[in-house]
């Protein structure tokens, strides 16, 4: 009887401590599967703009805007969302798309194509939030690999163009006061034109610098013969591009115009996506590629080739966002002809450190995916 309980205890002892193995080797293992799930983060983040920005159609003092994190194998990767209220998403529907967006799926975040595919079949539009996704899962994927991305995908740093920076619709002395203030810092500026006031303002500009401008109308312009006058007056200007002249439809009026330009002329609001630039050939000299409309980085690259392929330039354009979504479009710069970079210049809260615009050039630095320090 004594044997038998000795037997009895020793056999329980056995069974509590195979029990406990399981237990353990269970929750290790399931700390290991959640480190190894994909986890997108997201939060509002409404940029506060420095100055009010005016253009053809508004004038604002912020930009609503998501900020997005993708964290796999204790590696985070950053993108964002910026959202100009006239492109039609908002803050709401940014969260309401990425709430949808179920990326414990996958479990290797460097099968890009997979990934993207899926997030855009979600449903359409929501290009905004779609970039956010795209710019954090190349930036994941840079970090991974321990490179920009400029270097993984073969571009030289040293190529990349001058950066504009926009003069915005004031009274003469503060536009003479701005350019002043960014003389030397940068070598190309832009202005809005289009509004009551541009050819004030241009001559504003000119009483203090010389810098090569260039103009956007914003589609502001409506009759094609007048556009091509103002086209030649701001040529004598020093003027040396012109973007979205007419409204945004009337392509066979753009082409007409383009046609007899002494200036190139570059389509924004005619183009959104990659199936937009064969139809554009033709009809402008140019485009200009911007994240939170082609949904990101890999949109991005598609459209560079099809309209090179086209013959037509490259300009890299962005909205008022963070150091973010302005580094990730960096990363490609090399490849243009024209950027328009500065959005992360135009606010006062940027939470993140990146691409720097020295003597007026963009210059892409060391750090491994879009190049960018979290400052919280
Ligand atoms: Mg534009």
């Given at each position: 009887m004594l044997y038998h309980l000795i037997f009895y205890n020793f056999a329980l002892r056995i069974v509590a401590i195979i029990d406990d193995w399981h237990g353990y080797s269970a929750n290790v293992w399931l700390r290991k599967e959640s480190f190894r799930v994909m986890k997108l983060r997201f939060w509002a983040y409404p940029l506060q703009l420095q100055h009010t920005f005016t253009v053809a159609t508004c004038s604002r003092t912020t930009t609503p805007d998501v900020l997005v994190s993708i964290e796999h194998d204790g590696i985070v990767g950053y993108g964002e969302a910026s959202m100009p209220p006239y492109l039609g998403e908002s803050i709401e529907s940014v969260m309401a798309f990425l709430s949808r967006v179920n990326l414990s799926q996958f479990h290797d975040p460097m099968m890009v194509d997979d990934i993207l595919d899926y997030v855009d079949h979600i449903a359409p539009g929501n290009c905004a939030a779609k970039a956010a996704v795209d710019i954090a899962l190349h930036d994941w994927c840079g970090k991974y690999l321990g490179q920009p991305l400029y270097r993984i995908w073969g571009l030289?740093?040293?190529?990349t163009p001058f950066t504009t920076y926009t003069i915005g619709i004031d009274t003469p002395e503060v536009v003479r006061e701005k350019t002043l203030e960014v003389e030397g810092r940068f070598r190309r500026l832009k202005v809005k034109v289009g509004v009551a006031g541009d050819h004030e303002l241009i001559e504003s500009i000119r009483s203090v610098s010389s810098l090569p401008l260039t103009v956007d109308a914003n589609q502001g312009w409506t009759d094609k013969e007048k556009a091509l006058d103002e086209i030649f007056w701001l040529k004598e200007q020093g003027v040396i591009m012109v973007e979205q002249p007419l409204p945004k439809t009337r392509l066979d009026d753009i082409a007409w115009l383009t046609q007899r330009s002494p200036l190139p002329v570059f389509a924004d609001e005619s183009l959104q996506r990659l199936q937009d630039v064969t139809r554009l050939a033709g009809c402008f000299h140019g485009i200009n590629i911007k994240l939170m409309k082609c949904t990101g980085l890999r949109e991005a690259q598609k459209m560079i080739t099809v309209a090179k392929s086209l013959g037509m330039q490259i300009m890299l354009g962005c909205m008022t966002e963070t150091s973010c979504a302005v580094s990730a479009a960096a990363q490609l710069s090399p490849l243009a002809d024209f950027a328009d970079l500065d959005g992360n210049l135009l606010i006062s809260n940027d939470p993140y450190e990146g691409m720097k615009v020295v003597d007026g050039k963009i210059t892409l630095n060391e750090k491994p995916g879009i190049g960018i320090t979290d400052l919280r």
């Open positions: 030289n740093p040293a190529n």
